[in-house]
């Protein structure tokens, strides 16, 4: 069975940073997603491992960075200008086969979530 075990999540105040990580128990198409409360989970960022490709969602391209330690197989999120409405609920997931793709559903295995808190 696949874990997926995040941290680094916290309160922080608006154009602060903070810097997820999710250790996984192995190697495979990576990415962030995110839901605030009363909204759907939206992809955030992902990565492929062994191509390295990065993907962002519009909203967070320029402030976000995905990246990946092969030694660890820790996937981060460098979170920078950080706003209100980045407020979520942070997931971690990994997909068996395939590219980085933003629907919730290619998924297969999730992290429990860290709570991420911007205040204005």
């Known amino acids: 069975q696949v874990q997926l075990v995040e941290s680094g999540g916290g309160l922080v105040q608006a154009g602060g940073s903070l810097r997820l990580s999710c250790v996984a128990s192995?190697?495979?198409?990576m990415a962030w997603f995110r839901q605030a409360p009363g909204k759907e989970r939206d992809f955030v960022s992902g990565?492929?491992?062994?191509?390295?490709?990065?993907y962002y969602a519009d909203s967070v391209r320029g402030r976000f960075t995905i990246s990946a330690d092969n030694t660890k197989n820790t996937v981060y999120l460098q979170m920078n200008s950080l706003k209100p409405d980045d407020t979520a609920v942070y997931y971690c997931a990994a997909r068996r086969l395939g590219a980085v793709v933003p629907n919730t559903r290619e998924y297969d295995y999730w992290g429990q979530g860290t709570q991420v808190t911007v205040s204005s």
């Open positions: 192995g190697r495979y198409t």
């Open positions: 990565i492929s491992w062994y191509a390295g490709n990065t």
